[in-house]
């Protein structure tokens, strides 16, 4: 069980720096997986709406939307 939480850690990590690239469908691709893996990723994402970058913010709440 710890491996999986540990996978899913590591997995939103990676979509979340997706958040911010320049190509918008990574950006896209990226809020799909997020959305996809359900509540582990909804404490990262609020902490992503304070992000200093615009687009990391934006893509956050529409994941979270």
Request: hydrophobic share 45%; glycine share 4%; proline share 2%.
């Amino acid at each position: 069980m710890d491996e999986l939480k540990l996978t899913n850690n590591l997995e939103i990590e990676m979509y979340l720096q997706d958040l911010s690239d320049l190509d918008r469908a990574m950006r896209e691709m990226a809020v799909k997986s997020l959305v996809a893996l359900g509540g582990d990723a909804v404490d990262p994402l609020i902490a992503f709406l304070y992000d200093s970058n615009n687009r990391s913010r934006n893509m956050a709440a529409r994941a979270l939307g």
